[in-house]
T-cell receptor, first 117, second 112 residues
């Protein structure tokens, strides 16, 4: 596998379910991100991890819980979601020097299309 | 807070023609970066071009170039000699320290 991979590619879940999205980057990067992409809305940055430490949480509801066990893996744990959470969830990574400085190219995964019923 | 605005939801261009996508942004920071990303249908988002705010010279990448007007906070993307493979959503993005802000995107269709 190369680049940034995400699993599953599609997920349908009920409002009471618990599921997790997985992201893996094979680029040796030091920063990883979760974005939410909804139709006709800007891409929303949800979480930023730099050197496996969460450094940014843009007021995301607690029903979304990120986990970064190492520099290559990022998870998004989902529970008691709402229908308005249906969207494409994108993972990205970048190599930032120094970490958090911004301005570096982000490499995106293909996304997980989430539908909450 | 920083904002990024793309005022053209959809555009179309004939193959081999030139098209310009608009982007404006707002920030009080002096040191930042601007990007154009491309998201082809059902494919991954990739970087098209990157501009450092402290550089006066406009960035270029083959058929892609930008017109960066720092005082006007404008960052437009020009695609020359448009090709069918340029059909995609194009996102303008702003980056500062731990900040990545994207616009709503412009859907570009290249017509044969």
């Amino acid at each position: 596998e190369t680049g940034v991979t995400q699993t599953p590619r599609h997920l349908v879940m009920g409002m009471t379910n618990k599921k997790s999205l997985k992201c893996e980057q094979h680029l040796g990067h030091n920063a990883m991100y979760w974005y939410k992409q909804s139709a006709k809305k800007p891409l929303e940055l949800m979480f930023v991890y730099s050197l496996e430490e969460r450094v940014e949480n843009n007021s995301v509801p607690s029903r979304f819980s990120p986990e970064c066990p190492n520099s290559s893996h990022l998870f998004l744990h989902l529970h008691t979601l709402q229908p308005e959470d249906s969207a494409l969830y994108l993972c990205a990574s970048s190599q930032e020097m120094p970490p958090g400085r911004g301005g570096y190219e982000q490499y995106f995964g293909p996304g997980t299309r989430l539908t909450v019923t | 807070a920083q904002t990024v605005t793309q005022s053209q939801p959809e555009m179309s261009v004939q193959e081999a023609e030139t098209v310009t996508l608009s982007c404006t942004y707002d920030t009080s920071e002096n040191n930042y970066y601007l990007f154009w990303y491309k998201q082809p249908p059902s494919r991954q988002m990739i970087l098209v071009i990157r501009q450092e705010a402290y550089k006066q010279q406009n960035a270029t990448e083959n058929r892609f170039s930008v017109n960066f007007q720092k005082a006007a906070k404008s960052f437009s993307l020009k695609i020359s000699d448009s090709q069918l493979g340029d059909t995609a959503m194009y996102f303008c993005a702003y980056s500062g320290t731990y900040k990545y802000i994207f616009g709503t995107g412009t859907r570009l269709k290249v017509l044969a």
